[in-house]
């Protein structure tokens, strides 16, 4: 039998997002301040948190929409949108700027034909900025699906990203 209060409908989700949803507000009823471990719950489980939950989220929590979209808003690593398969962070903290960090970042956007969002042209690959990952004696470093990976040049960079599953996109040919 269900219980705690009555959710608003999630019509624009699927419907096994709703449940992981639900079940989640469900396991935090008695939670105090629970907002957080919510959010973090839900992207645990789905990889980022829908904006069709929104609603369900604040009136579990007795919060306005407002105060969950400002929560969600202020943690950039909460995704709105569903990841890519693959997530690609590279480093552009001081040492590694120092390092060409910069440059290969730039470098992977380029490659991999990245949106304004970071979103590869293939739609395999998120390429995100990231501040450290504790390797700056080994700079320029990058995670490439939760590993590290050290002293990265370019052509490094490109064996990594060729060597994922999915395919990607040849560099353009120069004329
Ligand atoms: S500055 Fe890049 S790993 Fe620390």
Redesign the pocket.
Known sequence: METGPRLPTMNDLPSTHERAVRDVLARHADTPGALLPVLHDIQDALGFVPPAALPAIAAALDLSRAEVHGVLGYYPDFRSTPPAPHRLRV???????A?G?QALLDHARQRLGCDNAGRSANGAVDVEA????????????LMLDGQLH?RVDAPRLDALVDGLHDPLPEPEAHA
């Open positions: 480093c552009r903290a001081e040492a590694c700027r390092m960090g990231v501040y450290c990952l504790g390797l700056c004696a080994c700079s320029p470093a050290a």
